[in-house]
């Protein structure tokens, strides 16, 4: 007889959470993110709507739980390039970096983005969540420059920075599967010395 041995509570949650978002960005980019009821979301992640509102205060706020993940881990690993590179080094091999291995990660991603292209309140909330993306880059480069808070130019080169990973995000889904996101984060990061010059 197989003894099951119960489950952590941390790995119980942590499983709830990912069906709730797996099961809302799925309904969300097949169905609209208008027309998707929380309670369509649990039935789907098979859980009670009270599990839901324990993770997540709104619907809304499902969209964007994985990407705040991201870039949490970027300032860490930003921070720990060499300081041998120009700040715009350790940017690109950063974001280089945090794109490896993304292949595994393209259905859901595509699952994202069609979610957030549903409503225009996800676009619009997206764009928000792009700022606070950029000031996270700012902050980080300001530490790394010794400064307590961003200034002119740390600001730049976090605006900058998330324009050059969006745009490489952006051709990598509209492009074949077999091309990967750091190697066109790479590349967009390559050709803007070039355009300045």
Not at 20 to 38: K, M, N, P, R, V
Not at 117 to 145: C, F, I, M, P
Request: hydrophobic share 45%.
């Amino acid at each position: 007889m197989v003894q099951h041995l119960p489950v952590p509570r941390a790995v119980a949650a942590a499983r709830s959470r990912e069906a709730l978002i797996d099961a809302a960005l799925e309904l969300f980019a097949d169905d609209g993110f208008d027309a998707t009821s929380t309670e369509a979301i649990t039935a789907r992640a098979g859980v009670s709507p009270r599990t839901f509102f324990r993770y997540f205060p709104t619907k809304e706020s499902i969209v964007f739980h994985r990407d705040y993940g991201f870039m949490r881990s970027f300032a860490a690993v930003f921070l720990d390039q060499p300081a041998s590179m120009t700040d715009y080094e350790a940017l690109r091999a950063t974001f280089v970096g945090q794109a490896a291995g993304f292949g595994a990660l393209r259905a859901r991603i595509e699952t994202y983005r069609a979610a957030v292209d549903s409503s225009a309140v996800l676009v619009g909330r997206e764009q928000e969540h792009l700022h606070d993306h950029a000031t996270t880059v700012a902050e980080a480069v300001a530490r790394r420059r010794g400064l307590t808070e961003p200034d002119a130019a740390c600001r730049l080169f976090g605006d900058v920075a998330l324009v050059l990973y969006q745009r490489a995000l952006r051709g990598w889904l509209d492009g074949p599967p077999a091309r990967e996101l750091a190697d066109l984060v790479d590349a967009e990061f390559a050709r803007l010395p070039g355009l300045v010059r």
